[in-house]
């Protein structure tokens, strides 16, 4: 069996609206499961690839800055 889970999240997601989009988010956090992980990793993913430099680097700070203050 070939599962490529990136691809079956992003087609899970597509078509999602913004709100949606957010709820998916804002649910996979709130609910803490951990099966929920890979799906948020395929969207930072995403977010990751179509940032430029300056917006990685504000990612990175806020990411650094959140593991130091937890």
């Known amino acids: 069996?070939?599962?490529n889970l990136r691809k079956a999240i992003t087609q899970n997601v597509?078509?999602?609206s913004r709100d949606e989009l957010e709820n998916t988010i804002v649910d996979a956090i709130?609910?803490?499961e951990e099966?929920?992980?890979p799906g948020?990793?395929?969207l930072f993913e995403?977010?990751?690839q179509?940032?430029?430099q300056e917006e990685q680097e504000e990612m990175l700070t806020m990411l650094?800055?959140?593991l130091h203050t937890n």
């Open 1 to 3: 069996m070939d599962l």
């Open 30 to 32: 709130q609910s803490g």
């Open 50 to 52: 179509h940032a430029d």
């Open 14 to 16: 597509q078509s999602n």
């Open 40 to 42: 948020l990793g395929v």
């Open 64 to 66: 650094h800055d959140g």
């Open 46 to 48: 995403i977010i990751w």
């Open 35 to 37: 099966k929920m992980l």
